[in-house]
C-alpha cells in the first residue's frame, strides 16, 4: 500500500476501508464464536478481538500515511509512549468493549485524524450493523453499509449525505451511556427531556448525526479516543460537542493521560442561553 495525502478525505477512507472491514471481521468472529477476556494495568477489562483489531488498523495507517503518529488505546494502555504532535490519528479498534464481552451488539470502530487540536476527520464503523459513518472530501458526514464477512476487494461503497435534524423543544430524545449511568437528572430536568435511550459505544454519535436523536450527555470518565472520531462526524452533520462551559471538545491532551472533561453532544447548538452554564452533575 502506497502513502496517500490525508488531506484528501475520500483517498483516505478508501485506503481504510480493507483495514477496517477486516478488523470488523476478527471482532464478528470473536464476538460469536466467543470472548478471552485479559486486564490492563488499571484492571479494565481488554479482550483478544481489541488488540487483534487494533493491529490490523496500525498496520495499515503505518503504511498510509508514515509520518503520522497514532495515538491507539490498546498501545498506550500497555504503556506505549506520546508526546504531543500538531497531526495525528486517534484510534480506538473496540469502543464498548465491556459491551462486547457481555453480548451486547453496540460495540464500534472508531479512527479520527486531529489537527491543531481539532478533529476534522472521523470514521465509525458498526461492525454488529454494517453501517459505517465517515466525513468526506466535500465536508458533509455521510453514511453507508460496509459487509465485513467478504473478502478481496471492497466493492463499491454507496455513500449517503446525512444531517442533524432540529430539536423539537417540547419532544427532546437524549442518549445516554450504558457503562457510566445516564446523562445528569438536572440536565434532564432542565431541557425537559421526554425520551432517553441507553446505547453503547460510539454509536450515539452516529444516530444524531443521522437525525435520530438529540443529545448524548456524558458526565463520567471517557478518553480522547472514544469521541473524537464521532465528534468529526455530528459536526459535519451540522451538530457539536461542548463541555459544559459551552467550549467545543479539544485533542491532544497527553498530559491529562488523553482523558475527556464531561461534555454534551447537541444535534445542533447547545441548547442553553449564552450566559447559562450546564447544570453540574449532583447540583
Not at 458498526?126 to 473478502?151: I, K, N
Not at 491529562?256 to 447548538?269: H, K, L, M, S, T
Request: net charge negative; aromatic share 8%; charged share 20%.
Amino acid at each position: 500500500m502506497s502513502p496517500i495525502n490525508v488531506k484528501d478525505r475520500d483517498a483516505l477512507i478508501a485506503a481504510l476501508l480493507p483495514a477496517v472491514r477486516e478488523a470488523g471481521r476478527l471482532e464478528m468472529a470473536h464476538f460469536t464464536q466467543g470472548v478471552t477476556i485479559e486486564r490492563k494495568a488499571d484492571r479494565s477489562p481488554v479482550t483478544v478481538a481489541d488488540r487483534e483489531a487494533e493491529a490490523v488498523l496500525l498496520k495499515a495507517l503505518a503504511e498510509i500515511a508514515p509520518d503520522v503518529p497514532i495515538v491507539a488505546e490498546e498501545a498506550i494502555g500497555a504503556g506505549g509512549a506520546c508526546v504531543y504532535a500538531p497531526r495525528f490519528f486517534l484510534v480506538d479498534a473496540l469502543d464498548g468493549t465491556r459491551l462486547f464481552i457481555s453480548g451486547k451488539p453496540e460495540f464500534s470502530i472508531n479512527i479520527a485524524l486531529i489537527e491543531d487540536g481539532r478533529p476534522l476527520f472521523g470514521l465509525i464503523f458498526l461492525p454488529p450493523s454494517e453501517r459505517l459513518f465517515v466525513t468526506r472530501s466535500d465536508g458533509r458526514a455521510h453514511q453507508a453499509r460496509l459487509e465485513c464477512s467478504g473478502a478481496g476487494a471492497i466493492p463499491d461503497v454507496k455513500f449517503t449525505p446525512i444531517a442533524t435534524r432540529m430539536p423539537n423543544l417540547a419532544a427532546l430524545s437524549a442518549f445516554n451511556s450504558r457503562g457510566a449511568g445516564g446523562a445528569s437528572a438536572n440536565l434532564l430536568a432542565t431541557l425537559k427531556v421526554l425520551d432517553v435511550r441507553p446505547l453503547g459505544s460510539s454509536m450515539k454519535f452516529c444516530l444524531i448525526a443521522a437525525g435520530e436523536g438529540d443529545l448524548y450527555a456524558r458526565f463520567g470518565e471517557t478518553c480522547e479516543w472514544d469521541t473524537a472520531a464521532g465528534q468529526a462526524i455530528l459536526e459535519a452533520a451540522g451538530g457539536s460537542v461542548t463541555a459544559l462551559d459551552g467550549t467545543a471538545l479539544t485533542y491532544g491532551h497527553y498530559e491529562r493521560g488523553f482523558r475527556n472533561p464531561y461534555f454534551v453532544a447537541w444535534a445542533r447548538q447547545p441548547l442553553w442561553r449564552d450566559n447559562e452554564r450546564l447544570p453540574l452533575p449532583g447540583a
